[in-house]
Structures are given as structure tokens and as C-alpha cells.
T-cell receptor, first 109, second 112 residues
């Protein structure tokens, strides 16, 4: 099945710093989503982005499907950005998303 | 408000007992999913359903069973055959297979 690798696995930032999270995948995809899991376990959908670039406030994402990677940018990070960020992808052979192992982000005041 | 409701939030069971986790959605979504998350790891797919009265095994279906008798409901039963049932279970739904996925708040199951 499709492989999803996220980097870095862990990231510690000072409040106000910017960061870039990366998601590499091993095959062509027709669906790619980014999620944030807060410290209480809630998963929030950040972006549905199989290709192109999207922005939502301080967050933006870019997927280059032909090169099999996606990037999540967090600008001016806040302590509430802490948690785990997951990338999930779906190829045409599956009917459900496959998740990466996540990037654990800690934003310190 | 539309959303996905999972209950209970915490569940404790003795080894050898079957247990059913509830998942209800009022988003009018056709597709529903169950994922399992172990500490410090990503999510793994247990079962999914694209339409009422139809469901498919995911990557780790052994020891689990589901039903989809109503569009709004997709309960998951963890049977005694599941070797390591203690985990965080997340239910999700989407309009279709290629639509944004939305999650419930999860059920933490502990089996001793």
C-alpha cells in the first residue's frame, strides 16, 4: 500500500516562530488532507489539498502531486498550535485515507 | 449543530468481554470510518462504509465487527478475539471517499 512519511517527527518552537512540516508519499494520490490533533485527542481537519496551494489565516499548505510531497506552513506560531499534525493521503486504489505517523509540535511561550 | 458523536468518552472492560462503541453523525454523510490510534502513533483504518448496509475491512479488521443499518450510525464492536484492544478509537465521516474527513472526539478503551 501507499507509504506516508512525515518530517520532522518532533519540533519545538518559541512562540512567534515560523515552521514548515513535510509529508512525502510513495504513489500518486487523488486526496490529501492535513489534520491537527490537540493535546486532548481531538482531530481537526485543516486542509483538503490534493494539489495546489491553500491558506487559512496563519496556516497554509502546498501539495506538489507530481513530486509526491506536501508542505504545511505555520507562521507566527502560538501555544495553541501545539499538538500533532497528521498528513493523510488516498490513492485511486483505496476508498479511505492512509495516515502518516505525524509531527509533534510544541510551541513554548 | 452538525457533528459526530462518540460515546462513551472512556470505557473500561475486562479481558474476554465484547464491547460496542457508538458513533452517530448528523452531517448527512454517506461514508463513515473507524480508526484506531495507539500512543505516539498515527491512525490505522479498522473498517469503513461507503453506504448503508455495506462496509469493508480496513488494514486491521481482525477482532472487530461493524454494522451500518442506518446512515447516521456506525457502531464498532471490539470482540474478545482482538489481542490488544486497549487504544484510542476514532470515528469519522465524509460526504464521499474524496471529501474532507471529519472526526468525532474519540473513545478511550482500556481492557484489563
Amino acid at each position: 500500500g501507499i507509504q506516508v512519511e512525515q518530517s520532522p517527527p518532533d519540533l519545538i518552537l518559541q512562540e512567534g516562530a515560523n515552521s514548515t512540516l513535510r509529508c512525502n508519499f510513495s504513489d500518486s494520490v487523488n486526496n490529501l488532507q492535513w489534520f491537527h490533533q490537540n493535546p486532548w485527542g481531538q482531530l481537526i481537519n485543516l486542509f483538503y489539498i490534493p494539489s495546489g496551494t491553500k491558506q487559512n489565516g496563519r496556516l497554509s499548505a502546498t501539495t506538489v502531486a507530481t513530486e509526491r510531497y506536501s508542505l504545511l506552513y505555520i507562521s507566527s506560531s502560538q501555544t495553541t498550535d501545539s499538538g500533532v499534525y497528521f498528513c493523510a493521503v488516498k490513492d485511486t486504489g483505496r476508498r479511505a485515507l492512509t495516515f502518516g505517523s505525524g509531527t509533534r509540535l510544541q510551541v513554548q511561550p | 449543530d452538525g457533528g459526530i458523536t462518540q460515546s462513551p468518552k472512556y470505557l473500561f472492560r475486562k479481558e474476554g468481554q465484547n464491547v460496542t462503541l457508538s458513533c452517530e453523525q448528523n452531517l448527512n454523510h454517506d461514508a463513515m470510518y473507524w480508526y484506531r490510534q495507539d500512543p505516539g502513533q498515527g491512525l490505522r483504518l479498522i473498517y469503513y462504509s461507503q453506504i448503508v448496509n455495506d462496509f469493508q475491512k480496513g488494514d486491521i479488521a481482525e477482532g472487530y465487527s461493524v454494522s451500518r443499518e442506518k446512515k447516521e450510525s456506525f457502531p464498532l464492536t471490539v470482540t474478545s478475539a482482538q489481542k490488544n484492544p486497549t487504544a484510542f478509537y476514532l470515528c469519522a465521516s465524509s460526504l464521499g471517499a474524496d471529501s474532507p474527513l471529519h472526526f468525532g472526539n474519540g473513545t478511550r478503551l482500556t481492557v484489563t
